[in-house]
């Protein structure tokens, strides 16, 4: 349907159109030839979105004959290329004649059409002629093609690294790369190639996607890692930080993964986990307050609040001790973890702040998890404080028989108690 409405279209059109051949003025840019110029661009380029390349080659060639204008030439031609009507391509551009190869457009066309048809050696003349002559990188890479397709590969690389000394163009060196990697097998000389342009003039996208590309054929995880890095200079995405993260985690070289995150932020809460793990509770502790502040997820305030402790130097600051008993309240009001709770319940045991409230953080950390070593050390420690070493001496006795017995903390813990209640057992004898 839409095919017969351009017909009859571009029928009216041509009927309106006097048959008088009058000279074309010399126009200004953008200018209209003819009242109707408009019309016939708009239905080309539908029929291009519509993929009615026959229909858009016909307005584009009725356009080109009524204004002269070159571009339409060229895009009625490229219509022709995509219906695959190469012999009729080769026909029009001879008809009006590149024997000068001045329109470098019509050339690369002409070639295109011609390698379609496999008239491989004609078109490896106007190919290498044309490159010659217009010294443009797409024109050395298109006679690169032809060589390709006649498997030789050798001459095609020297084209290319012909071309590529003019300006060091990253398109023709990403060419001859591949060749030399796929087609010659030599791959050492494809990344010598990419890594010395790397090195000398930058890592662009192409260039590192390309070694990425190579190093990962390779299984060479260290080049790999190398070029990712550099990628991630002038591409932040978070898919490149996760691929460079993911190495660093292969490699198990979490002190350069850590160095990694802090550069980039990449991954904060990665890099929270990180500190905890190597227990690096001075850098754990700012974070975990920046990532409550970004995200309001309390568990990091809680987190906060012990990383603060444990990597104070002076434990005994009641500033300190204030500040983050502030925070544990705050967090168990919204979440109830035994592990803050026991946290909370400690530090005011340990350093002697209101032991009856204390103690009943501790027990309600139990309540959730009765069975927990540390919890009834915690306990234990309490009623010690409290001065019932008999209470405490049972609970610790328990607990060092338990999982996590032979920590350092409850060991201590099990000697004091123990002291206590030798003190007290000479006491009751006086």
């Known amino acids: 349907m839409f095919k017969l409405f351009l017909s009859l279209v571009i029928l009216i059109f041509i009927a309106g159109c006097t048959s008088v051949t009058a000279p074309k003025p010399t126009l200004k840019a953008n200018e209209k030839v003819f009242p109707q110029e408009d019309t016939y661009i708009l239905f080309a380029l539908r029929a291009e979105q519509l993929q009615d390349f026959n229909a858009s080659s016909e307005l584009f060639s009725t ?4 204004s002269d204008k070159k571009e339409y030439l060229y895009r009625s031609l490229q219509n022709d290329l995509a219906l695959k009507q190469n012999e009729k391509v080769v026909q029009r551009v001879d008809a009006i004649g590149i024997d000068k190869l001045d329109d470098f457009i019509l050339v690369r066309i002409k070639i295109i059409a011609l390698i379609e048809l496999g008239r491989l050696e004609e078109a490896k003349v106007l190919a290498r002629n044309l490159a010659e002559k217009s010294k443009e990188v797409d024109d050395y890479i298109l006679l690169s093609e032809i060589y390709v397709k006649q498997n030789k590969f050798d001459t095609a690389v020297k084209y290319l690294e012909s071309a590529y000394v003019l300006d060091y163009n990253e398109k023709i060196l990403d060419k001859m790369a591949i060749i030399l990697y796929v087609n ?6 494809a990344i010598a190639y990419l890594e010395t342009h790397s090195r000398v003039y930058s890592c662009s996208k192409l260039i590192c996607s390309r070694l990425i590309g190579f190093y990962s054929n390779e299984n060479n995880i260290d080049g790999l890692l190398s070029a990712y890095l550099r990628l991630y200079k002038i591409d932040t995405r ?3 930080s996760d691929k460079i993260i993911k190495i660093y985690e292969y490699k198990k070289d979490y002190l350069k993964l850590m160095g990694f995150l802090e550069e980039s932020h990449s991954d904060d809460d990665l890099l929270l986990n990180l500190y905890q793990n190597l ?3 001075k850098k754990a502790a700012p974070l975990a307050e920046k990532l409550y502040k970004k995200t309001g997820e309390i568990n990091y305030l809680g987190q906060s609040a012990i990383f603060t402790y444990e990597s104070s130097e002076n434990k005994n600051d009641k500033e300190m001790h204030n500040s983050i008993i502030k925070k544990f309240k705050k967090v168990i009001q919204v979440e109830k973890s035994a592990l803050y709770l026991n946290y ?4 005011m045991i340990e350093h002697d702040i209101n032991l009856k409230q204390a103690m009943d953080y501790i027990n309600m950390a139990l309540k959730i998890e009765p069975n927990s070593a540390f919890y009834l050390d915690s306990l234990a420690w309490g009623y010690y404080k409290l001065g019932n070493c008999k209470m405490a001496d049972e609970i610790i006795s328990r607990v060092v028989k338990m999982e996590g017995g032979d920590n350092a903390e409850v060991q201590l813990h099990f000697k ?4 206590c209640k030798k003190i007290e057992k000479v006491k009751k004898k006086k």
Request: hydrophobic fraction near 30%.
């Open 63 to 66: 356009l080109y004959e009524k």
């Open 184 to 189: 010659l097998n030599r791959k050492k000389d």
């Open 238 to 240: 978070e898919a490149i």
């Open 279 to 281: 227990k690096n509770y």
């Open 344 to 347: 909370l319940g400690y530090i």
């Open 416 to 419: 004091t108690i123990k002291e």
